[in-house]
C-alpha cells in the first residue's frame, strides 16, 4: 500500500473569506510567474538569490513552451535562460521526488550543455551550465536546504571542471531552521514559495520589492478565471499521476500477496478522499483522483 503521508494534496493559499490564492510550488504557475515576457526582473532576483552572484542580464530560451503545454500534459515547465551572456541554466520547481528524478534532471542538463555547440564549432564555445531543482519534498540526508553539486574528487579534493553545476533546494527543510535570517534573499524567496495563508505572504514581501512584485501579480493570476481553471487541471494532473506512480510502487513491494490487497486498496481511496475532503476539495475532483462513487464520498462527509 502507498504511504498516504507522501501524498501532496492540491497547494493552495489560504485567503480568508475569499477565493483561495494559487501557489508558487505549481510547476505551470511557476512557469507563468518566471518566465513570462515582461517578468525577467523576478526571474533574475530568484537565480541571483540561488547563485549567490549578480546578475545583469536574463533572457528566457523557451519562451513558448506553454503552448505546448496546453496540448500535452506531460510536458515539463523548466525555464531555460542564459544570464550575463556567459552562462545557461534550467530551473524547474517539483512536486514530489519521483524515482527517476535525478536522472532526468542530468539529462537535462546533458541536453542544454551540449545544444551549445553547432556543426563546425570546436569545444571553446560551451559555456557553463547550471542546473536547479525547487524541491517539494526530501532527496538527501543533510539538514540543509540547498545542496550544492559539482564534478569533485573527493580524495584528493579537486574539482574536475566548473562547467556542471546542480543545485537542489528541499522546501520541506526550511522546518529545521532554528533562525531566520530575514535579510537572506534566497530564504526569503524560499518562504515565498512555502507560503500556507494570505498573511504569510505579506509578511514575506515586505521585507523585498521584487517579492513584493512577484506576490502583487500571483494575487492578481489568482483572480483570473482562465488561469485558475489550468491551474487546478494541472494540481489534479500532478495529484493523479503522483497516487499511479505511488501505488505502482505499492504493488512492487507486495509482489505476489494477494489476499486482502483489493480490500485494502478500496481502504486506500477512501482514505485520499478524507484527505481531499479536509483540504476543502470537492466532490467531483475527489472522484476524479480516487475514483470512488459520489455516494461513497458523500457518505465520507457524513463520517468526519
Known sequence: MMILNSIRVPRRIKNGDEPYILSPKNDFLFRLLFGDDGNEELLASLLSSILHEEIEHVVIKNP???KLFSEDKETILDIKAAINSKKLVDIEIQLWNSPCLMSRI?????????SQIKQGNDYTVLQKTTSILILDDLNHSSEDYHACSHLHDWKQHITLTDMIEVHVLELPKLHNLKQLDK???LLQWMLFFNAQTREELIMVSE???VIKKATDLLITMS????????YEAREEYLLGRQIEIQGAKGEGREEGRIEGRIEGRETERKDIAMRLIEEGMNDEFIKKITGLDIAVIRSLHNNR
Open 183 to 185: 535579510s537572506n534573499t
Open 207 to 209: 521585507a523585498n520589492p
Open 64 to 66: 513558448y513552451i506553454l
Open 106 to 114: 542530468l539529462f537535462y542538463w546533458a541536453r542544454l550543455y551540449a
Open 223 to 230: 483572480r483570473d478565471e482562465e488561469t485558475r481553471q489550468m
